[in-house]
């Protein structure tokens, strides 16, 4: 990808970036254990982004 990025593709790449971590520990305690994964968890060479 080019080093120069419109600004709407920059802001989608970076709310994916921020989605795609660990479930929060309190969340997992909350629901007791029945929400462990977060089911829309990506990996950069597996799933390509339509943004």
């Keep these: 990808m080019a080093r120069f990025k419109p600004r709407g593709r920059k802001v989608r790449l970076g709310a994916a970036n921020k989605r795609n971590g660990n479930v929060p520990v309190w969340v997992v305690l909350r629901t007791g254990s029945k ?6 968890r990506k990996n950069w060479s597996e799933r390509r982004l339509k943004v």
């Design 35 to 40: 929400l462990k994964r977060n089911e829309k």
